[in-house]
């Protein structure tokens, strides 16, 4: 039987590439008998969507942009290019 | 769509480039001349825009290339570390004495779909993000934030799958855990 550790390195792994059956068998017979890689893996379910999600918002956000220096220091620049 | 005047651009978009540039290099200055070049290269491009996506999605897709030309740089100066280097942080999740079971039971995170409602949790998220060692930060970045595949990643850092999966799992182990303490904890997760 996988250790956490293992099973926890295969579900991660899951979401990058497709595990061999071996392997989701493994992960599967694991997740039967231990709540803490259910756990975990509901965890990673989130984590995917929370990282998609804070992508989009960070696109449309309204706080912490370009500082006053640089953004006139790139305008200059721009200027010299016409 | 057409493109607006490119005088617009930097007050249009330069603060979301200078925001996507800076979550992926960590360092302001590199982001600045990052959001400088991808201007200056679409205003040499502009009369290439096909004008099937937004301006914005537009600058983005350059602002990208410039940051994996980035990368490809300072991969030669700072290579990925080896996946066989053991991270202490990660080690002391499992016990070794105990089969490397969880040194901690994982909670049970409540109530996650409202979680992603809260600006708070956005802002506990950053931080979480923030806080990981820049190669994970990285590796983590371009494939949950902006979608790369492990094989496009493979090539960017010129790293082994197996190398490159090991930082991911690290950097969900400990986002996972930065998480769990600093909004899923003792507050229960539903502030």
């Known amino acids: 039987m996988l250790s956490c550790k293992e099973v926890s390195l295969l579900i991660s792994r899951s979401y990058d590439a497709r595990l061999t059956w071996r392997q989701r068998l493994a992960v599967r017979l694991h997740l039967l008998v231990c709540e803490a890689c259910r756990r975990f893996t509901e965890q990673m379910r989130f984590l995917r969507r ?15 942009g370009l500082s006053a220096d640089a953004r006139d220091h790139i305008r200059r620049t721009l200027r010299g290019q016409d | 769509m057409t493109l607006s005047h490119p005088d617009t651009w930097l007050d249009q978009h330069g603060d979301a480039l200078y925001r996507y540039a800076v979550m992926r290099v960590r360092d302001s ?12 290269s679409a205003l040499r491009a502009k009369d290439s825009f096909a004008g099937a996506a937004a301006e914005r999605t537009w600058l983005i897709a350059i602002l ?6 980035h990368y490809r740089r300072s991969r ?4 990925l570390p080896d996946s066989d280097d053991p991270d202490a942080a990660i080690e002391a999740m499992f016990n070794e004495a105990d089969e490397d079971h969880w040194a901690r039971m994982p909670a049970v995170w ?8 809260q600006a708070e949790f956005w802002r506990a998220f950053q931080l979480c993000l923030e ?3 820049a190669r994970q930060a990285q590796v983590f970045a371009l494939t949950e934030l902006d979608g790369l595949t492990t094989e496009e990643l493979c090539k960017v850092l010129e790293a082994q799958p197996s190398n490159v999966w090991v930082m991911l799992h690290r950097a969900r182990l400990r986002l996972r855990e930065c998480l769990e303490q600093g909004w899923f904890g003792a507050a229960g997760g539903n502030r």
């Not at chain 2, 030669?76 to 290579?79: D, Y």
């Not at chain 2, 409540?110 to 409602?117: G, I, Q, R």
């Open chain 1, 50 to 64: 929370a990282g998609r999600a804070f992508a989009d918002r960070q696109r449309d956000s309204a706080s912490n």
């Open chain 2, 29 to 40: 200055a590199m982001a600045e001349d990052l959001v400088q070049e991808t201007l200056l």
């Open chain 2, 64 to 69: 990208k290339n410039k940051i994996i030309d």
């Open chain 2, 76 to 79: 030669h100066e700072a290579p």
């Open chain 2, 110 to 117: 409540a109530n996650p779909d409202t979680a992603l409602e």
């Open chain 2, 131 to 133: 806080g990981l060692p």
